[in-house]
């Protein structure tokens, strides 16, 4: 079991930045896969950007290139999210996510809200 906890969402103004944390408890292994998820009102949920625990490569949404950063601590096992040049349609609920198919394992965080004015 995996238990995953985001913090860090809130309102910003279009341009400000904002730092979403993720800290992940339970069985953790050196090959799991971390991610950021987000969905926004009547959208399907879309990944954001993903790490692996083991080399930190990362991937990111065409969407968010350029303006989001994803970075893990193995030691504290946390993923975060800096997210830069917010834009409105940056708007959703971001979720932190773990997996690993080898095991079977895919767990997600509650969720936390981010919302940007224009």
């Known amino acids: 079991q995996v238990q995953l906890v985001e913090s860090g969402g809130g309102l910003v103004q279009a341009g400000g930045s904002l730092r979403l944390s993720c800290v992940a408890s339970g069985t953790i292994f050196s090959s799991d896969v971390m991610a950021w998820y987000r969905q926004a009102p009547g959208k399907q949920r879309e990944l954001v950007a993903s790490?692996?625990?083991?080399?930190?490569?990362?991937n990111y949404a065409d969407s968010v290139k350029g303006r989001f950063t994803i970075s893990r601590d193995n030691v504290k096992n946390t993923v975060d999210l800096q997210m830069n040049s917010l834009k409105p349609e940056d708007t959703a609920v971001y979720l932190c996510n773990l997996q690993n198919p080898v095991y079977g394992k895919n767990y997600w965080g509650q969720g936390t809200q981010v919302t940007v004015s224009s």
């Open positions: 790490i692996t625990r083991a080399g930190g490569s990362s």
